[in-house]
């Protein structure tokens, strides 16, 4: 029988996790996180990790996996999620994979594109002035430099940004150039689900998911945090309100709106990602219909 890895995609709260560990029951197999943020084990409310009764019973790779001070590349994630799926496929036909983070699902599904490494120094440069000037600067020097990625890349991602600003810096050239699309073979099936709801329905979710994890403790999580802000990490939804919070450049109630505002933002974002990939199947967060799409799969 074919090895398979079933990948539930989709925005933040869209229901991918209940998905993804009911699927993970049925096939009695194993979880790969492919999410940027929950393998730091610093983060926990805000990153909306599956609680401990949910990772006690059914083992997640991704999860809990590094620190903070840590630095996880696409790259990293790539041959972590390799070396993962093996050890599933040790004893299962089929692995599971969930996330919202679409590059790490690119580079784990196809690969990812050969960019020249570029000097420590030039990266440690970026992200000082990127620390006290912001992203406006950020913007400003994409444009100056790569006005090719200024008006086509992912524009408002800082991680991003940085990136493409340092390879432009170090190659003369824009980190576009060296993106080929041209896809990697696996030795296995990959069969991408994407979820999807009405966006109405969609945000009313991203906002009850944010009261949620105020209730539930956010506003201290980050205030631990505050020695490690200036992680990359850390440069994240729901942590960086909070942080301006506590700054006092923000009341508590303008720092929760604003994590609302930019999580919808990211959804959108995400949406705009995922749709662009051909190979995705799109469902409502529903075990019945996506259970019905995997058995007409498994019968071709």
Not at 89 to 100: P, Q, Y
Not at 122 to 144: F, P
Not at 153 to 180: C, D, H, W, Y
Not at 264 to 279: G, I, V
Request: proline share 3%; charged share 25%.
């Amino acid at each position: 029988m074919n090895k398979s890895c079933i990948i539930i995609a989709g925005p933040t709260a869209v229901g991918k996790t209940a998905i993804s560990l009911q699927l993970a029951k049925g096939f009695s197999t194993q979880i790969i996180s492919a999410d940027s943020r929950q393998c730091f084990r610093e983060l926990n409310i805000g990153v909306a990790k599956p609680d401990w009764l949910e990772l006690e019973s059914i083992f997640h790779y991704f999860i809990n996996s590094h620190a903070i001070m840590d630095s996880v590349t696409a790259a990293d994630f790539e041959k972590y999620a390799l070396t993962s799926v093996r050890e599933i496929f040790k004893d299962n036909d089929t692995a599971i994979m969930v996330g919202g983070t679409g590059l790490y699902i690119k580079a784990f599904s196809e690969g990812l594109d050969l960019i020249p490494q570029t000097p420590q120094e030039t990266r440690t440069e970026i992200i000082s002035k990127y620390n006290v000037l912001g992203i406006d600067w950020l913007s400003n020097e994409l444009k100056a430099k790569d006005p090719d990625y200024f008006n086509k890349g992912e524009m408002g991602n800082p991680q991003r940004m940085m990136r493409a600003l340092e390879v432009i810096m170090s190659t003369g050239k824009s980190i576009l150039s060296f993106q080929t699309h041209k896809k990697g073979s696996r030795n296995f099936n990959v069969i991408k689900i994407g979820l999807e709801l009405p966006r109405e329905d969609l945000y009313n979710s991203i906002n009850n998911r944010v009261d949620a994890m105020i209730t539930a403790g956010l506003v201290n999580e980050v205030e631990r945090l505050i020695p490690f802000r200036k992680l990359n990490a850390l440069q994240t939804v729901g942590y960086s309100e909070l942080f301006d919070y506590f700054d006092q450049k923000t009341s508590l109630a303008e720092a929760v709106s604003l994590i609302k505002q930019h999580t919808r933002n990211y959804a959108k974002r995400q949406m705009t990602w995922f749709k662009k990939d051909k190979e995705m199947n799109w469902f409502p967060p529903d075990i019945n219909i996506i259970k019905d799409f995997l058995n007409n799969e498994s019968a071709k």
